[in-house]
């Protein structure tokens, strides 16, 4: 058996697990493919959607499959000859109706924008593959009429097979991927981790948006989060020894601390190295894997629910695995200790077999063990919020942020600063990059004017949030100015369109304290007076802060009346994800089929296939030996928000 699924064993792999969003079509076609049932008697459409799921689901067989004499020879031992029904199988069969579908579901998504009014957010995300192949994977996700969030992977793009690209051939790309779809003029933002090229291709669509006049233009450049997050984990783990590759700067300054501090330093790395020795006992060495099992099995039952939680997506960041790897330790901390006995009562010459660094686990080690771990969870629960596209997360960002700030900088007090040198660097280093991507104590609120607005569109947390968690005024004062300056835009783009075309001439007042006033020219005329009827926002501002609890898609449902103006724009900006984590999870679904050279697979192949898995288009049929697990989330998000200065 595979030690990797051993569940007697503390650090086995966990199962990945999928979030994928359904479609709707009236196509038979689509239908079929959709069914969960097994019909009575034999169904030509069932038969084919069974045949493209044996070829392209579970291990992305290549087309050139349905070629191989053994499958020829299977399908016609089953054939009954009587019957004309059962279709030829061959790599163009394959083909055509992989295109026929996936050009259906383009079409039914396609109508479904046209549709719907309103802006739109997408996230980039660039991924090499083990083959080489850049892949460049675009995710819409967007609000229906009745504020629903609905996410669809539009864009699985092979780069052309090249080393590198520039942002302009990135352009190129998304623009094709736009089209498509008919929305190139209607982003509202764009969510990535803001490489070189992405920076280019984000300022090349907004200049062209810019040319073109249209009412809102675009400045929605938001950079992903948990990329973010990640970096801030990476800068702790850095001054800890549980990661081995420093950058030189860290290194400088940890060998700055050691000439202080030389115990201190020699104890925490001990401390690595007796928690890696131990887990690599484990695993690797026979006796005292069979002998840990044994004693996991005799252990009491462990409060249910208290394992450590995975995350929901693939593609995790190296220090999620460190982080795991000290959960799982600390879990089994008695286990340990008991398997740690054992071995000290067999001979020497035994305990040498076992290559361990220690025989003991000082009271020290388990300190700095849960120190290392508990701030790490911090970062942990952020992301584990923040990356769930199945609810509203842009207005979260910026409070969480801040608050990560704060927590941060009340661990790292004086006593701290004594007891845990190098950890308190670390600290010092992690906050200086959440000020570095959001400048919480800054005076200005432009790069992040969308996450600032977003957050006062959250009916559970509005303008009096960044009050409780200290921002200065001049910040409070310039979201509040620009809630007001976006509401009279949408004002007037609602007005515009409910107005019937008269002749009759108006006198315009033109408010020229717009930021980028420019931007509108083409409307200068139509621009509404900001000392105009703003009692929309004050009711809305007026009212109490909902709980967590509150589903935000039914709060402006129920006052849509009340509130036209502000459901339209919590429409468009509470849709922007503040992660790109959507799109890198479907990476790892397709690794197979990109990776291996073997398959041939040609880049239109690969794009109609991760499409089609993503909205959920290859569905197991239901039979006896079928388990489905449900992936469930409390929705709880923001209740840590309410109380700023609760621990974690």
Not at 133 to 153: A, T
Not at 246 to 257: A, H, S, V, W
Request: contains cysteine; proline residues 4%.
């Amino acid at each position: 058996m595979d030690e990797s699924q051993d569940p007697g064993l503390p650090f086995c792999n966990s199962p990945d697990l999928d979030d994928f969003s359904e479609g709707e079509d009236d196509s038979n076609y689509l239908i079929c493919l959709q069914q969960l049932f097994e019909p009575d008697e034999f169904d030509s459409d069932f038969f084919q959607a069974l045949r493209l799921k044996f070829l392209l689901e579970e291990d992305n067989l290549p087309p050139t499959t349905g070629d191989f004499s053994e499958l020829q020879q299977l399908l016609n031992h089953a054939r009954p000859s009587e019957d004309p029904l059962l279709p030829e199988v061959s790599r163009e069969t394959v083909g055509d109706e992989l295109t026929s579908t996936y050009n259906l579901e383009k079409k039914r998504l396609k109508d479904q924008l046209d549709k719907l009014k309103g802006r739109v957010a997408i996230t980039l995300d660039l991924w090499k593959s083990d083959n080489s192949l850049d892949i460049l994977g675009v995710q819409l996700q967007s609000h229906d009429e009745n504020l629903r969030l609905q996410n669809h992977v539009i864009g699985f793009e092979v780069l052309n097979l090249e080393a590198s690209y520039s942002g302009e051939e990135l352009y190129g790309v998304l623009k094709n991927v736009l089209k498509d779809y008919g929305i190139t003029k209607r982003l509202i933002s764009i969510t990535s981790n803001n490489t070189p090229p992405v920076n280019s291709l984000v300022k090349r669509y907004s200049n062209e948006i810019m040319e073109d006049h249209t009412p809102f233009g675009f400045d929605g450049d938001i950079r992903c989060v948990g990329h973010v997050l990640n970096s801030i984990a990476g800068v702790v783990l850095n001054y800890t020894f549980f990661e081995p590759n420093k950058p030189n700067e860290t290194r400088d300054k940890i060998t700055e601390i050691e000439k202080v501090y030389p115990d201190h330093v020699r104890a925490v790395k001990n401390t690595a190295e007796i928690v890696f020795c131990l887990i690599d006992g484990v695993r690797d060495t026979a006796a005292l894997r069979n002998a840990f099992a044994g004693i996991n099995a005799k252990s009491s039952e462990k409060e249910k629910g208290s394992s450590p939680q995975t995350h929901v997506r693939d593609n995790e960041a190296r220090w999620l695995s460190t982080f795991r790897t000290l959960q799982r330790f600390l879990y089994f901390r008695e286990e340990f200790l008991l398997l740690l006995d054992l071995v000290k009562v067999q001979p020497k010459s035994s305990q040498k077999d076992y290559d361990l660094k220690s025989l003991s686990i000082s009271e020290f080690d388990w300190d700095y063990i849960v120190t290392v771990e508990h701030i790490l969870s911090i970062i942990d629960f952020r992301m584990k919020k923040l990356q769930n596209n199945s609810f509203q997360t842009a207005g979260l960002t910026m409070p969480y942020m801040a608050q990560l700030l704060k927590n941060i900088e009340e661990i790292n007090t004086l006593e701290f600063k004594k007891s845990q040198p190098l950890l308190a660097l670390g600290l010092l280093d992690a906050c200086a990059e959440i000020l570095k991507y959001y400048d919480i104590r800054g005076n200005t609120i432009e790069p992040l004017k969308h996450l600032y607005l977003a957050t006062v569109l959250d009916p559970r947390l509005k303008l009096k949030t960044f009050k409780n968690l200290c921002f200065s005024e001049t910040i409070i004062d310039a979201v509040e100015k620009y809630f007001y300056e976006i509401f009279h835009i949408y004002k007037r783009e609602h007005n515009k369109n409910k107005r019937v075309p008269s002749h009759t001439n108006k006198k315009r007042k033109v408010d020229y304290h717009i930021q980028n006033v420019s931007r509108y020219d083409k409307d200068i005329f139509t621009v509404e007076d900001l000392s105009a009827d703003d009692s929309e926002i004050r009711v809305y501002l007026s009212e109490m802060q909902l709980g967590p609890e509150c589903d935000i898609g039914q709060y402006y449902r129920q006052r849509r009346g009340v509130l036209p103006i502000l459901f339209e724009m919590a429409k468009d900006y509470l849709c922007i994800p503040a992660m790109s984590e959507p799109v890198e999870s479907l990476f790892p679904q397709v690794k197979c089929m990109v990776a291996d050279k073997g398959h041939n697979a040609v880049p239109g192949l690969i794009k109609m296939v991760a499409i089609l898995k993503s909205r959920g288009l290859f569905v197991e049929p239901t039979c006896d030996f079928i388990d489905h697990d449900d992936d469930d989330d409390d929705g709880s998000v923001v209740e840590t928000i309410h109380q700023a200065s609760s621990d974690e």
